[in-house]
């Protein structure tokens, strides 16, 4: 079963709103991450919190992360026509910590 | 820089067939995975890697080999290809298993 669940499954709005999307885990976690992924390409690293941080941002990306709950949310802000794309969360299974473990993902549309 | 990179980047195999995916990085990185990745769906994982000589599974390891003999390459076998094998397979990298990590662009499999 997957570690990381993402929510919701799809969104659309309108370029310039704010997007949020979450990710609910069901183990204790190291850290968790967030990617990005175009159509049909490759995975790019988004931002990383660690399980003792409770927000980080990296530019219009805003990351929270809620250990009691077991959950985190990316807030993209401004939204633009090139954030249209799939976000994923991953952790680390908090046993081993050796698994990446991916959720199924948010499908982010930009509507121009 | 080269960062991972996978061959080939599109296969087509018949039911029964084996074949090899090659991954190569050249970051030096402890940790490699393998994950597939299916319509729709989001990353699970294979078979991992925290160090040459090191392998262990992942979610979804039956059909699949792995072997790391040197740092740089984690190849993935494919022992008696399935049509359940199609999907697009992804290679990953990172300095440890807490840290970012690096995709390949995949390579996009057809067992028919």
């Known amino acids: 079963s997957q570690q990381g669940e993402e929510d919701p499954q799809a969104l659309s709005i309108q370029e310039g709103e704010n997007a949020t999307m979450n990710c609910s885990y069901k183990?204790?976690?190291?850290?968790l991450q967030w990617y990005r992924q175009n159509s049909g390409r490759g995975l790019v690293h988004l931002i990383l919190?660690?399980?003792?941080?409770r927000e980080k941002h990296s530019g219009r990306l805003r990351v929270t992360l809620d250990t009691s709950k077991k959950s985190s949310s990316l807030l993209i802000t401004a939204s633009r026509a090139a954030d249209t794309a799939s976000y994923f969360c991953?952790?680390?299974?908090?046993?081993?910590?050796?698994?990446?473990?991916f959720g199924s993902g948010t499908r982010l549309s930009i509507r121009p | 820089n080269a960062g991972v990179t996978q061959t080939p980047k599109f296969q087509v195999l018949k039911t029964g067939q084996s074949m090899t995916l090659q991954c190569a990085q050249d970051m030096n990185h402890e940790y490699m995975s393998w994950y597939r990745q299916d319509p729709g769906m989001g990353l699970r994982l294979i078979h991992y890697s925290v160090g040459a000589g090191i392998t262990d599974q992942g979610e979804v390891p039956n059909g699949y080999n792995v072997s790391r003999s040197t740092t740089e390459d984690f190849p993935l076998r494919l022992l008696s290809a399935a049509p359940s094998q199609t999907s697009v397979y992804f290679c990953a990298s990172s300095y440890s298993r807490r840290a970012r990590a690096f995709f390949g662009q995949g390579t996009r499999l057809t067992v028919v």
């Open positions: 183990t204790s976690i190291n850290n």
């Open positions: 991953a952790t680390d299974e908090g046993s081993s910590a050796s698994k990446i473990i």
């Open positions: 919190i660690r399980s003792n941080e």
